[in-house]
C-alpha cells in the first residue's frame, strides 16, 4: 500500500494520471514562459499522451538559466486545473447554471447590441489583460476599436502606467532601458520603491551576481523587505515622499559636483530648473519630509558617484501615487544627472509587473492609445486603418456620432478622446450621467483576465457591479469579481485558457519578444482568448474586417497571421522585425545567447540579441539585431545603439532641444537630428537610395507611417535613429508639474507639510470623469485613522492571487491574509501576533485579517499584500463561487480599505499610502 | 564515487520558496507535508537570513542510529533513503535528526503517525528505479535518471546547491572567492563531521 506521496491525492477532472509515467507513451518536451511575472522564465513541460506530467529547468534559457521562484516551479499544477472554470456558466436567481457557448455569445452579444443602441458604444467597457499574449492584446485592441469605443484597458494602468509616461517623456520611450542580465555589470544597484525578491525572484540571481561582481545593493523603502535583506545600504523612507528623498541625493551630487557634466550638456535640457527645485530640498527639510537623515541621503549619493555605472530599479512603491508620472521623472533626472543613461550596467531597469504587461502595453490595449504608442489622433487611426486595410470611415462610423469634449475649441469625437481608465471604471458606473464626458454611463463590464481586487474602493467597487445592466467575466478562474457583488442574476463566466495551452509570443520586461509552444490542449470547455474574440466580433457582424488578412481554422485566428499583421504597422516602436519564423528561430537556439549580453554567439543567429528586444527596425529582411541597451550611443544603430528620441521638437524657448556633440557611432550626421520623413531624406540627399517601391510607399510619410520600411532602412543605412537623436528632458511642460515636485498623498498624516506642499485642485475631466484632489486633502482623518497604510506583493501569489490561490502548492505557503503592523502599534491597541484584527479605512472600508506584528514596518506604519480576495468584510464567500472553483485560500481583499487617489497624467490609482486604524477583532 | 551533498548559501537564499514548490511539483508531495521548508531568522530585522533545509543525507546520519527497525541505508552516493514497508512510524528518527527533516502523514486516528516521508535527494527508495512501485512511495528518482534533485535545479538564486560534494563546494568556494567574504556552508559541521 503507498501512503505517500500520492495516497492523499484526488484525481484531477483534467488528466487521468497526475504522476510521471515512465512506461508509456512518448514524452514530448515543450518550451513555453511563466505566466506569472515580466522576467520571462523559460519553462520546459514534459508532455505524455497530452497531459503536462513534467516540469524540467530550462538550463538555456538566458534569462533565468533553469531557476524559477515559487510560482514558476508550480506552474504545472495549470495541467491539473482542479479549480479552474470548467464552462461557461450564468447566473440566475442567484444560481450559477451551465450553458454552452453558443448560448452565451448570443445572450451576451444580443444584450451589448441592445446597450449600443440605446447608450451607444461607450457603455460597455473592455478590460482587457496583461496576461494575453502579443497577439491576443493586438487583437484584442483592434476588437475594441471595431467595436467603437476607448473603453478599454489593462493592468498597465495601475502597475506602470506613471512610468510609461514619466519616461517615455522623459527620453522617448517608456520602458526598461537596459535587462535584468545586464544588472551582472551594475557597480551600483539602487532600488527604490521596489521588492524583486519577492515579486521577481530570479531578478536577484542577476543582482546578486552583480553585487557579488562588487556591486553595491542600496535599498530605499518604507519596509525592510527581503530585497532590504540583501542590501548593503538600506534606508527607511516615510511612504510618498520620493520626490524629496531624490532630490536631496542630487542636492550632494550638485554641492559636490558629481553631476556629469559633458553628459548633461550634450544630453539633456532643462537640467537648470531642476536645480533651481533640487536647491529647495536641504538635507533638513528632506529630513523633515521624508523622515531620512542626511548621513543616509549623503551615503546613498556618494555610493551612486563612486560606483559607475549604476542602475535605478523601481515598482509600484514609486508608480502608484498621485504624483507617480513625477517620481518616475525625478529617478530618470537622478541617471541624467550621474550620465548612467545609455551604458551598460547603468540605465533605468523598471520592473514590469505581470508576464505580458509589456506587450499589452505596447498593443495599446490602453484607453489613450492605439497600438505602437501612436495615440488616438486622426493620423494615428488613419495609419491603422492602412495597416487593418479597412476604410477609416467604417471605423469612425463604428464610433458614437456626437461629442462630448472639446479639442482646441472644437468638438471632438469619442474616438479621438481618451476613454475611462479600469481604476475608474467604477466611476463609470456610479458617477452621475452629467458629469461623465461620454452619452451614458457604463452598463456593461467585461472583466476579461483582470482581478477586481487588484483595484481600489471595494464597498464602491461592489455598489458598481451591482448596479450594471450586464456583468461578463472571461478568465480561467471566476475571479473575486464572480462573488464580491451581490447580483442575482446577468452574470457571466466564460472560460478563458491559460496561455500554457496556446502559443504565440510575450513581451517580457526587458522588450524581449519571446515566443510560447503551446503545452496542452485547452483545458474542460475553455478557449484561448484569441478565439472568444473571435467569436464576439462574428456575433457583432465584423469578423471579416478583424481577420480580413489573418487565417481564421476553425474559429482560431492563426496567430502567426496576427504577429505578421503587428509586424507591418508597429513601427513607432521597433516590433516589426520580429516575425514568427525569426522569434521560434531563437527559441531552438536558446543555448547559442551570452548569459550577460544577450548575444547570440555564432550558431544561426548570430549577432541577435535574445528576444529581438525592441525596437527591432524595419522589416525582418534588415535582420535587426533588436535593441538591448536603449541610448547607448557605442554602437551603431544597426547593432542595437540608439541616441535619445527627439519626440518633442527640436526647439523651445530659443533653446535646442537637439543632441549637441553626441551621436550614435557611425552616424553620418555629427550632432542631433530631427526624426525622419520623407522631406527629411529629400534634404539630406538620401531619397534616391529607396527603391521605387519604397518611394512610392514612403512619398509623404515618416519613419512611423511609411509601411514599406524604406525610410527606416535608409536612415539606419546611413547610421542614423530613424526617430532623430536629441535630448533627453528633464522638465515635461505639457504636464501638470513640469518639474517634479512634491505633494503629499491625499489621506496623508502629516497635516504640517500640506500647506507647504499641497495637492493638486480637484479637476472637472480627466478621462471623461471628475477627479479629486484637494477637495479631499482638505479634510483632515489623521485623528481618527492614525497609521499609514502601504500594500505590496508575496513571493507565492500574483495579482489578484486567484490562480496561485487556486495552486495548493502555493497555496498552502501562504493560508492567511494579515497585516504588518510594528510591536508598538500593536501594544498600543492591544493586538497580538497572530490573533484576528479589524483595519478600517476613512472611507467606510474595513476588512478581517491576521495581525502580523514585526519590526520589519516601523512605527506609525502598516502593510497588507494585495493577493487575497474570497472574503468580503469580515465573511467568508466560499459559497458563493459555482460549485468545486473556490480557490484553496481566500482572505481579504485590502483593496477594500483602500482608498481615493489617482496620478495625474495617468490616472493611476494610489495604493501606496493611504490612512488606516487597526483594532483587536 | 560522488558524495552527493545539498548546501544552502545563505548570502544568496531570499526565501522565495522555490525548492518547496519545486519538491511538491516533483513528487506530488500531498498538503501538510514539506520535505523541504526555507527556514528564516532575524526576520524583517538587519541580519534577515533565510536558508533552504530538508534531510541533508549526513554521514553516520543519527536518523538511521536511533532506527529500532533498521529502515535506513546509505546509498554508494551517499544519499540516506529508508524503505516505508519497514518503516513503523515511531517518530523517533524526528528527534535524533539535527535538521528536523522526517515528515509524517497526519491522517489516521488517535495521531498514529504513518509512514516517515523524507527528502530522497530525488532519489527514489529500495524498489527498482523508476518502477511505479518507487515512484508510488517516494516520488521520482531523477538521480536514476541523470538529473539533480530539482529543488536546488530550479532555485531562483542558485543559493541551493546539490550534487557531488567536491563540484558543490568548488563551486561555493569559487563564489566566495569572488565576493571575499567569510565562507558560510551552513549545517556543514553538523552533517559532514570528517
Excluded at chain 1, 492523499?8 to 507513451?25: F, L, P, T, V, W
Excluded at chain 1, 531557476?67 to 447566473?91: F, I, N, Q, T
Excluded at chain 1, 482638505?778 to 492614525?786: G, H, L
Excluded at chain 2, 553516520?60 to 529500532?68: F, I, N, R
Aim: aromatic content about 10%; overall charge negative; hydrophobic content about 35%.
Amino acid at each position: 500500500m503507498s501512503l505517500l506521496p500520492t495516497a492523499m491525492i484526488n484525481k484531477a477532472d483534467a488528466a487521468q494520471r497526475r504522476q510521471h509515467s515512465y512506461d508509456e507513451g512518448e514524452i514530448t518536451k515543450k518550451r513555453s514562459v511563466c505566466t506569472h511575472c515580466s522576467v520571462g522564465c523559460g519553462v520546459v513541460a514534459e508532455v505524455q499522451n497530452g497531459v503536462w506530467i513534467g516540469q524540467e529547468p530550462s538550463f538555456d534559457h538566458p534569462f533565468n538559466l533553469g531557476s524559477h521562484c515559487a510560482k514558476g516551479a508550480s506552474v504545472r499544477e495549470h495541467g491539473h486545473g482542479d479549480k479552474r472554470l470548467k464552462y461557461p456558466m450564468k447566473k440566475v436567481a442567484g444560481e450559477w447554471q451551465r450553458i454552452s457557448w453558443d448560448q452565451a455569445i448570443d445572450e451576451i452579444g444580443d444584450q451589448m447590441l441592445a446597450i449600443r443602441e440605446s447608450a451607444g458604444p461607450d457603455s460597455v467597457y473592455w478590460l482587457g489583460s496583461a496576461k494575453f499574449n502579443n497577439e491576443q492584446a493586438y487583437l484584442f485592441r483592434k476588437f475594441a476599436a471595431f467595436w467603437g469605443s476607448n473603453n478599454v484597458d489593462h493592468q498597465a494602468r495601475i502597475c506602470h502606467s506613471t512610468t510609461v509616461a514619466g519616461v517615455a517623456n522623459t527620453w522617448g520611450f517608456g520602458a526598461m532601458t537596459n535587462s535584468y542580465n545586464d544588472i551582472h555589470n551594475s557597480k551600483c544597484i539602487f532600488i527604490i520603491g521596489a521588492n524583486p525578491a519577492e515579486a521577481h525572484p530570479v531578478s536577484l540571481q542577476h543582482i546578486l551576481r552583480g553585487k557579488e561582481r562588487g556591486g553595491k545593493v542600496i535599498v530605499v523603502d518604507p519596509r525592510f523587505s527581503r530585497t532590504a535583506a540583501h542590501a548593503d545600504h538600506y534606508i527607511r523612507i516615510r511612504p510618498g515622499a520620493d520626490i524629496p528623498f531624490v532630490w536631496g541625493m542630487i542636492w550632494h551630487m550638485f554641492q559636490n559636483g558629481w553631476e556629469d557634466e559633458q553628459f548633461i550638456n550634450q544630453r539633456v535640457y532643462g537640467m537648470d530648473e531642476i536645480r533651481a527645485e533640487v536647491a529647495k530640498w536641504t538635507p533638513d527639510e528632506v529630513e523633515r519630509v521624508t523622515g531620512v537623515k542626511e548621513a543616509d541621503v549623503f551615503q546613498a549619493a556618494k555610493t551612486m558617484y563612486e560606483h559607475k555605472p549604476g542602475t535605478v530599479v523601481w515598482c509600484m512603491g514609486i508608480t502608484q501615487h498621485t504624483v507617480g508620472n513625477s517620481n518616475t521623472r525625478a529617478l530618470c533626472i537622478l541617471q541624467l544627472v550621474l550620465g548612467n543613461m545609455g551604458v551598460s550596467g547603468g540605465g533605468t531597469n523598471i520592473f514590469r509587473g505581470h508576464d505580458n504587461v509589456q506587450g499589452a502595453t505596447d498593443f495599446g490595449v490602453t484607453s489613450n492609445s492605439l497600438p505602437g504608442y501612436y495615440g488616438l489622433s486622426q493620423d494615428a487611426w488613419e495609419h491603422w486603418a492602412r495597416v487593418w486595410d479597412v476604410d477609416y470611415n467604417w471605423i469612425a462610423s463604428q464610433f458614437d456620432q456626437a461629442s462630448y469634449e472639446e479639442l482646441n475649441g472644437s468638438p471632438v469625437s469619442p474616438m479621438f478622446t481618451n476613454g475611462i481608465t479600469v481604476s475608474r471604471w467604477i466611476d463609470g458606473v456610479l458617477e452621475d450621467p452629467e458629469n461623465i464626458t461620454q452619452k451614458d454611463i457604463l452598463r456593461a463590464m467585461v472583466l476579461w483576465g483582470h482581478a477586481p481586487n487588484s483595484q481600489t474602493r471595494g464597498p464602491e467597487m461592489k455598489a458598481a457591479m451591482e448596479k450594471l445592466d450586464l456583468l461578463v467575466i472571461v478568465d480561467p478562474f471566476p475571479t473575486v469579481s464572480a462573488v464580491m457583488n451581490d447580483r442575482q442574476d446577468n452574470v457571466y463566466l466564460l472560460p478563458a485558457a491559460t496561455q500554457f495551452e496556446t502559443y504565440g509570443s510575450l513581451t517580457s520586461s526587458n522588450r524581449s519578444v519571446q515566443w510560447r509552444e503551446q503545452i496542452m490542449a485547452p483545458l474542460f470547455e475553455s478557449l484561448p482568448d484569441h478565439n472568444i474574440i473571435y467569436r464576439f466580433a462574428e456575433k457583432f457582424g465584423f469578423a471579416d474586417q478583424l481577420c480580413k488578412h489573418i487565417a481564421v481554422n476553425d474559429g482560431e485566428p492563426l496567430i502567426e497571421d496576427i504577429t505578421r499583421e503587428y509586424n507591418r504597422g508597429m513601427w513607432a516602436c521597433g516590433y516589426t522585425g520580429q516575425t514568427p519564423e525569426r522569434l521560434k528561430l531563437q527559441l531552438a537556439n536558446l543555448h547559442t545567447f551570452n548569459k550577460t549580453t544577450l548575444k547570440a554567439e555564432g550558431g544561426p543567429c548570430d549577432g541577435e540579441f535574445y528576444g529581438l528586444p525592441w525596437p527591432c527596425w524595419g522589416t525582418a529582411e534588415m535582420k535587426h539585431p533588436g535593441t538591448h541597451i536603449l541610448y547607448d550611443t557605442s554602437i551603431p544603430v544597426a547593432e542595437g545603439g540608439s541616441p535619445f528620441r527627439a519626440r518633442f521638437g527640436v526647439e523651445r524657448e530659443g533653446q535646442n532641444l537637439l543632441a549637441e556633440g553626441s551621436w550614435t557611432a557611425g552616424s553620418e550626421i555629427e550632432d542631433g537630428y530631427p526624426e525622419f520623413t520623407s522631406d527629411m531624406l529629400k534634404e539630406l540627399g538620401w531619397w534616391n537610395d529607396l527603391t521605387a517601391e519604397e518611394k512610392a510607399e514612403a512619398e509623404g510619410k515618416n519613419w512611423k507611417t511609411d509601411l514599406s520600411g524604406g525610410i527606416q532602412r535608409v536612415a539606419i543605412k546611413h547610421g542614423c535613429a530613424p526617430y532623430g537623436n536629441a535630448k533627453a528632458r528633464a522638465i515635461v511642460w505639457q504636464f501638470p508639474d513640469p518639474v517634479p515636485i512634491h505633494r503629499e498623498p491625499l489621506y496623508t498624516p502629516r497635516r504640517d507639510l500640506v500647506a507647504e506642499y499641497p495637492t493638486y485642485e480637484d479637476r472637472r475631466n480627466f478621462y471623461r470623469l471628475p477627479t479629486r484632489y484637494g477637495s479631499i486633502q482638505a479634510q483632515d482623518f489623521s485623528q481618527e485613522f492614525p497609521l499609514i497604510m502601504t500594500s505590496g506583493r508575496l513571493v507565492e501569489y500574483e495579482g489578484g492571487g486567484e490562480e496561485t490561490r487556486s495552486n495548493p502548492w502555493l497555496a498552502e505557503l501562504q493560508q492567511d491574509m494579515f497585516i504588518e503592523i510594528n510591536p508598538a502599534d500593536a501594544n498600543n491597541a492591544g493586538i497580538r501576533d497572530g490573533r484576528q484584527v479589524w483595519v478600517e479605512g476613512p472611507e467606510g472600508g474595513a476588512v478581517k485579517v491576521m495581525a502580523m506584528v514585526t519590526p520589519r514596518v516601523e512605527r506609525g506604519v502598516v502593510f497588507m499584500p494585495f493577493h487575497f480576495g474570497g472574503h468580503y468584510q469580515g465573511e467568508d464567500l466560499k459559497d458563493k463561487y459555482p460549485e468545486g472553483t473556490a480557490p484553496y485560500v481566500r482572505g481579504e481583499s485590502c483593496n477594500v480599505v483602500f482608498t481615493y487617489g489617482y496620478d495625474s497624467v495617468t490616472a493611476m490609482q494610489e495604493t501606496k499610502v493611504s490612512l488606516c486604524r487597526v483594532r483587536p477583532a | 564515487m560522488a558524495r552527493m551533498k545539498f548546501l544552502c548559501d545563505a548570502e544568496r537564499c531570499i526565501e522565495c520558496n522555490a525548492c518547496v514548490t519545486a519538491c511538491k511539483n516533483e513528487h506530488e508531495v500531498p498538503w501538510g507535508i514539506n520535505r523541504r521548508r526555507v527556514v528564516t531568522i532575524d526576520d524583517g530585522i538587519p541580519g534577515e537570513k533565510s536558508i533552504s533545509v530538508a534531510c541533508m543525507h549526513c554521514t553516520d546520519a543519527p536518523c538511521q542510529a536511533v532506527c529500532p527497525v533498521d529502515c535506513f541505508y546509505t546509498t554508494d552516493d551517499g544519499v540516506v533513503l529508508h524503505d516505508k514497508d519497514i518503516c513503523i512510524g515511531c517518530g523517533y528518527c524526528f528527534y535524533a535528526c539535527p535538521f528536523g527533516a522526517p515528515q509524517y502523514p497526519q491522517e489516521g486516528a488517535f495521531g498514529a503517525r504513518g509512514k516517515m516521508d523524507k527528502c530522497t535527494f530525488c532519489a527514489g527508495g529500495p524498489e527498482p528505479d523508476n518502477s511505479q512501485a518507487e515512484l508510488d512511495k517516494y516520488g521520482r528518482n531523477r538521480l536514476a535518471e541523470g538529473k539533480l534533485p530539482l529543488c536546488a535545479e530550479m532555485c531562483s538564486t542558485k543559493a541551493l546547491l546539490a550534487g557531488d560534494g567536491d563540484i558543490v563546494a568548488d563551486l561555493f568556494r569559487s563564489r566566495v572567492v569572488r565576493r571575499g567574504g567569510r565562507p558560510d556552508t551552513w549545517g556543514w559541521n553538523t552533517a559532514y563531521k570528517d
